[in-house]
């Protein structure tokens, strides 16, 4: 237990806790915001009731990301001082400029959503909306446009022992960042779609606001079918710039041990990273792995006993973790296309309702195996190939960061307990209004047709 | 003039900027348990700072960022010395952030204490600590060649650090009540006037006595020794504050508020200027200060963000103008949000 140790662990814990709140900031901003320009183009009720209740869950769940999202801000600084002197010329302009374009829009605006139902017009109020969604999936365009650099950096060079910006354009362009936004916002609309689909799918299995939640259910059914089949897509591009500029990453997520032409996938793996071989490989497709990272059936792909096992990342959590979340993409996928066919019928598939419903956490497992996959792979460098992390951390006191770290475990665990037992709460309690009134409403049955 | 000395000043700007916005509903925060006296005037504070305080938030995380921008160095080594000093200022914004929204969501008496209490503790201890690490930093930061820490936590609490954490303390508070005056009427106003009253005179001895221990605590002198025009901000933040008293007489709150935000942000140049060139001066040797010269970008990232910096600023402070004078109206108790 050193201030390295510790200061991982830290970062692992703030960091990770934090990404339970982001995602779904990012995905119910625009569902709400969609909700509330419906209502204003429609004039019908229900999506007034629609953007205040599912904005109310929201509200809950952006104090929670918003606090813990400080933390992180400061935490390169307070742990990693090596490391931001060193890359500080790059990486400190990306999250400033987050600061200065994204985050202040979205945080001043939330406060005039709150509280400006009644001193802005219905158009002004439903752009308010927008702007929130707008600067906080922008925030996420910077922070990944960052964490890209650390996985890939480029547009620099290395001037007085440290990494200085060349090239502004190549930074904030390359491929790396451009696949890593896509596919990290899209699995977070991901996550939201499947949690209004499991928070309706409740209230529908208990013929509740059966307008109400039929309309939701169907809204995010949308959103989620779209979302998955890109985040799929782009995860499989993602695959392309990892074994393009991570090598060593490709290797372990596959747990790749020799290097070979028509390297296979294989379904199920055990890593024995002592003895650098796998004792446990199941299903092997062969030429799979060069297919899908090279797109050719016989290209070579490197394995880990080609490079120094200290260059190498932990292969167990990294392959893992890597098969976890394509295993969750794909039921996401399964889930959302099986609801396509049922989206008319919804109350006659309680199955089906009731499966959604216990889907809930499994987005947000994906989207932490995610996180996993990228940041662990990427060891044992904290800027891949460039500066290790075992180098990057403070000349800091191992009882300061002990404290500390007890200090957000118990801090956030807390929070965590609070946030999450109120969202559920108002998410059972479900919309304030009285549904006797609600089927008689003639938006009901020409909801029920279309398509 | 150089690219590092307009970054000095936007930092020291971007700084004075969240002391001033951040600053009120601090101190409202810090007033909390005294005016708070029942359920619907602790509610009406809330609502007070409600719409406006997430965004004056953020003014801290981009004079962060920007620190971590132009002068990575200094990000470095100034958090990393001050560890747990912010880390105690990170889990107070973090319990305050939350607690308007939770405090509400549960009809428990003890659910509301617990949040009653993260406000007061989540506002008070960034007051004070903030002041007492600039303090501390007007001062010189026991620093080595390495940019280590040579010091403890505790040695920031000096006799000149608490003064500074005192003034910024008295400077919040004055500022919220300030601002609660604004909003409110009846027993709540009339008590928000009355102690932006009984404070005043505090905060003015305190600052005289803040500038006296100055020139024996620091060199902060030194640079308006050199340029004595400069003593002019010295002037304007002395300004600030009798205007702020004046127009509580006059009972134009508005004018008052203006008056009491010169005065912080004046407070806070004071210190910029005085400090200039260095950004964190090390106590054990000037040789291993940290300046604008020695700990910034390079030229090229400090052309961008000052592109960067001259368009978004302006553009938020444009649409941060445009949501205060939204809600510069007294809280409506009958319709409110928390």
């Not at chain 1, 209740?53 to 400080?70: E, H, P, R, S, Y």
């Not at chain 1, 499947?194 to 799918?201: D, K, N, T």
């Not at chain 1, 591009?237 to 070979?260: F, H, I, R, Y």
């Not at chain 2, 400090?275 to 970008?297: E, G, K």
Request: charged share 15%; aromatic share 16%.
């Amino acid at each position: 237990m050193d201030a390295l140790f510790l200061s991982r662990l830290q970062f692992a814990a703030t960091t990770m806790f934090h990404f339970l709140f982001v995602p779904l900031t990012l995905g119910l901003s625009i569902m709400v915001a969609w909700m509330e320009t419906r209502y204003v183009k429609t004039g019908d009720e229900t999506y007034l009731k629609m953007t205040k209740f599912w904005g109310k869950l929201f509200l809950i769940n952006f104090a929670v990301g918003v606090v813990t999202g400080i933390t992180l801000e400061f935490q390169f600084g307070t742990n990693w001082s090596i490391y931001s002197a060193y890359v500080g010329d790059i990486f400190g302009s990306l999250l400033a400029i987050e600061a200065t374009a994204a985050f202040f829009l979205e945080s001043t605006f939330i406060g005039v959503w709150i509280f400006g139902w009644n001193k802005l017009s219905k158009k002004a109020h439903a752009g308010v909306a927008w702007l929130i969604a707008i600067g906080s999936n922008f925030s996420a365009v910077w922070i990944l446009i960052a964490n890209a650099w650390m996985q890939s950096p480029v547009g620099f060079t290395i001037r007085d022992g440290r990494a200085e910006l060349v090239d502004f354009f190549a930074v904030i362009t390359q491929k790396f960042a451009v696949v890593k936004f896509i596919h990290t916002v899209t699995a977070a609309y991901v996550l939201a779609a499947f949690f209004v689909m499991g928070i309706s799918a409740y209230h529908l299995l208990k013929k509740r606001h059966v307008h109400f939640f039929t309309r939701s259910f169907r809204a995010a059914l949308t959103f989620g079918l779209v979302s998955s089949l890109v985040v799929f897509i782009l995860g499989d591009l993602n695959g392309v710039v990892v074994a393009e500029k991570q090598p060593t990453k490709l290797a372990a997520m596959e747990s790749l041990w020799e290097t070979q032409t028509r390297a296979p996938v294989y379904l199920f793996t055990w890593p024995d990273e002592k003895n650098e071989r796998n004792s446990i490989e199941i299903g092997a497709i062969p030429g799979a792995l060069s297919f899908l990272t090279k797109h050719d059936i016989n290209a070579e792909i490197r394995g880990l006993r080609d490079f120094p096992p200290d260059e190498r990342p932990p292969v167990l959590i990294t392959s893992f973790a890597f098969k976890g979340m394509v295993g969750l993409g794909c039921v996401f996928i399964l889930l959302t296309v099986i609801g396509w066919f049922k989206r008319n019928k919804l109350l006659e598939s309680p199955k089906y309702l009731k499966i959604m419903l216990y889907s809930i956490p499994l987005p947000y497992l994906a989207v932490q195996l995610g996180w996993l996959l990228t940041e662990v792979g990427r060891q044992p460098w904290i800027v891949y190939g460039l500066i290790r992390t075992s180098d990057a951390v403070s000349p800091i006191a191992t009882s300061q960061v002990a404290v500390s770290l007890v200090g957000f475990v118990v801090v956030y665990s807390l929070l965590g307990i609070a946030g999450f037992s109120l969202i559920a709460k108002y998410a059972i309690k479900g919309p304030d209004f009285d549904d006797t009134e609600e089927d008689t409403q003639p938006g009901a049955a020409l909801d029920a047709s279309a398509a | 003039m150089e690219l590092q000395s307009i970054w000095f000043f936007l930092w020291g700007l971007l700084w004075a900027i969240f002391f001033m916005t951040d600053g009120f509903d601090l101190g409202i925060g810090t007033l909390y348990p005294i005016l708070g006296k029942n359920e619907e005037k602790k509610r009406v504070m809330i609502n007070a700072m409600g719409p406006l305080w997430d965004g004056n938030q953020v003014w801290l995380i981009t004079a962060g960022g920007v620190t971590f921008a132009a002068f990575p160095i200094v990000y470095a080594v100034m958090f990393s010395s001050l560890y747990t000093a912010l880390m105690l200022i990170l889990f107070a914004l973090i319990i305050r952030g939350v607690s308007f929204e939770f405090r509400g969501k549960l009809d428990d008496p003890r659910w509301i204490k617990i949040w009653d209490t993260c406000i007061f503790v989540g506002s008070f201890l960034p007051a004070l600590l903030f002041g007492v690490a600039f303090a501390n930093i007007f001062q010189g930061i026991p620093i080595d060649g390495d940019g280590i820490f040579q010091g403890n936590v505790l040695a920031l609490f000096n006799p000149y650090g608490i003064l500074g954490g005192i003034l910024f303390v008295l400077l919040f508070v004055q500022h919220g009540a300030i601002w609660l005056a604004i909003k409110t009427d009846g027993e709540l106003h009339e008590n928000a006037v009355r102690i932006s009253g009984k404070i005043w005179p505090i905060l003015l001895a305190v600052a005289v006595i803040f500038l006296v221990y100055t020139k024996f605590a620091t060199d902060l002198y030194d640079n308006y020794l050199a340029n004595p025009v400069l003593f002019l901000v010295v002037l304007l933040t002395v300004a600030g504050l009798i205007g702020s008293r004046i127009f509580m007489a006059k009972q134009e709150f508005f004018k008052a508020w203006f008056s009491s935000a010169l005065t912080i942000v004046g407070t806070t140049f004071f210190g910029v200027i005085g400090l200039f060139p260095n950004l964190f001066p090390s106590s054990l040797d000037p040789a291993y200060s940290l300046t604008a010269f020695n700990a910034s970008s390079s030229p090229l990232t400090l052309k961008i963000m000052l592109v960067v910096v001259v368009i978004f600023v302006p553009v938020v402070l444009a649409y941060q103008i445009w949501a205060y004078n939204l809600f510069k109206t007294k809280v409506n108790t009958q319709e409110m949000t928390y």
